[in-house]
């Protein structure tokens, strides 16, 4: 099985809850991962793209791979900073 995500990754929780509060009232994802995210990512609204197994870490992985399609996470803390993760397909 594969995932296909987007995220936004910041530097403190304060800051992925303040996200959060925005996706809460309407602001869409792709907007907030080009306006706030750290990742090169952030430049394409946060997508990943696909990917399996074994290719994220694992605080990341767990995440992506439970998540409903198309919700996002509660902030998620990895060594890189504080993600929030949509999944935006699955296959």
């Known amino acids: ?3 296909r ?3 936004i990754l ?11 509060k925005k996706l809460a009232t309407g602001s869409k ?4 991962a080009k306006q706030y995210s750290k990742c090169p990512s952030g430049k394409a609204g946060g997508d990943l793209g696909f990917f399996g197994k074994g290719m994220m ?4 992985e767990d995440a ?3 998540l409903p399609m198309g919700s996002v996470s509660k902030p998620i803390k990895t060594e890189f ?4 993760i949509k ?3 699955k296959r």
Do not use: N, R
């Open 10 to 20: 910041v530097g403190t929780e304060a800051e992925a809850v303040s996200i959060s």
């Open 1 to 3: 099985m594969e995932v």
């Open 29 to 32: 994802f792709e907007e907030l």
């Open 87 to 89: 999944v935006t397909g």
């Open 81 to 84: 900073g504080f993600h929030l």
């Open 64 to 66: 992506a791979f439970t």
């Open 57 to 60: 870490v694992k605080e990341f």
């Open 5 to 7: 995500a987007s995220h």
